[in-house]
């Protein structure tokens, strides 16, 4: 069987497991709010790195006019 890199060694039933333990931790109606909040942290960190990424872009092209 082979193993998404994502989740390692965990299998089926500690996965089952751990999504049981956030649902009894946070109830059904956070969970929601909580996914939300974390989708727009994601997005945030990817714009930040296409932010990084063009800027690097903009100054390897200075550098080579530069030359």
Do not use: C, Q
């Amino acid at each position: 069987m082979i193993t998404p890199l994502l989740f390692g060694s965990l299998g089926f039933w500690e996965i089952t497991l751990i999504v049981l333990a956030i649902i009894l931790l946070f109830g059904g109606k956070k969970i929601p709010e909580l996914m939300k909040g974390l989708g727009k942290g994601v997005k945030s960190f990817k714009e930040g790195m296409k932010d990084v990424e063009d800027d690097v872009k903009e100054i390897k092209k200075d550098i080579e006019s530069d030359k």
